[in-house]
T-cell receptor, first 113, second 114 residues
Framework: DVKVTQSSRYLVKRTGEKVFLECVQD?????MFWYRQDPGLGLRLIYF???????EKGDIPEGYSVSREKKERFSLILESASTNQTSMYLC????????????FGPGTRLTVT | GQQLNQSPQSMFIQEGEDVSMNCTSS?????WLWYKQDPGEGPVLLIA?????ELTSNGRLTAQFGITRKDSFLNISASIPSDVGIYFC??????????????FGDGTTLTVKP
């Protein structure tokens, strides 16, 4: 089974802190994604990566950056956390070929106070 | 970005009832997918549709890829308490620069009363 793990299930940070959210997948998938999930807004794409060191902005990249130094790991960085970044963050991965199915991690619920 | 209009936003039903939800878009997609998110977990794929007009079943779930390629429907028959969760539709295109991205709907939250 594909497994996508996220470093924390719950995280509480203070305004202005630099925050790292880590995601690791064990199926050698080329594509990885970061979403945020807010009630009534569905899943909104922050950034995605289609190869090591390759990244593209999604629909809401402002205030975030990403890093992909190894194929299995995709990190989301909040350079200076703000209260409006309080949300559920979901990581996903996908094989380059085949279906469009994305495999999701369990999510990190981030609270910025 | 592109938007998918998913409805209804929420449903409260009695156990045993059938459920219908749908997703519409102003643009064409080549693939439609339906995911379910259990409380406290990430979404998991239920059904994938690859051809306009396709009707696919997975147990009590049936999904259809609309003929116009701009919509999709998900039906759940004889609902049970474990059907509770958020259901997302997602559409994908096959452009090379797309990197396998999907556009997600806002979700339908299903509550089933025993």
């Amino acid at each position: 089974d594909v497994k996508v793990t996220q470093s924390s299930r719950y995280l509480v940070k203070r305004t202005g802190e630099k925050v790292f959210l880590e995601c690791v997948q064990d199926m050698d998938h080329e594509n990885m994604f970061w979403y945020r999930q807010d009630p009534g807004l569905g899943l909104r794409l922050i950034y995605f990566s289609y190869d090591v060191k390759m990244k593209e902005k999604g629909d809401i990249p402002e205030g975030y950056s990403v890093s992909r130094e190894k194929k299995e790991r995709f990190s989301l960085i909040l350079e200076s956390a703000s209260t409006n970044q309080t949300s559920m963050y979901l990581c996903a991965s996908k094989d380059l070929a085949g279906s469009y199915e994305q495999y999701f991690g369990p999510g990190t619920r981030l609270t910025v106070t | 970005g592109q938007q998918l209009n998913q409805s209804p936003q929420s449903m409260f039903i009695q156990e045993g009832e059938d459920v219908s939800m749908n997703c519409t878009s102003s643009s064409i997609f080549n693939t439609w997918l339906w995911y379910k998110q259990d409380p406290g977990e990430g979404p998991v794929l239920l059904i994938a549709l690859y051809k306009a007009g396709e009707l696919t079943s997975n147990g009590r779930l049936t999904a259809q890829f609309g003929i116009t390629r701009k919509d999709s429907f998900l039906n759940i028959s004889a609902s049970i308490p474990s059907d509770v969760g958020i259901y997302f539709c997602a559409g994908s295109k096959t452009y090379n620069t797309n990197a396998g991205k999907s556009t997600f709907g806002d979700g339908t939250t299903l509550t089933v009363k025993p």
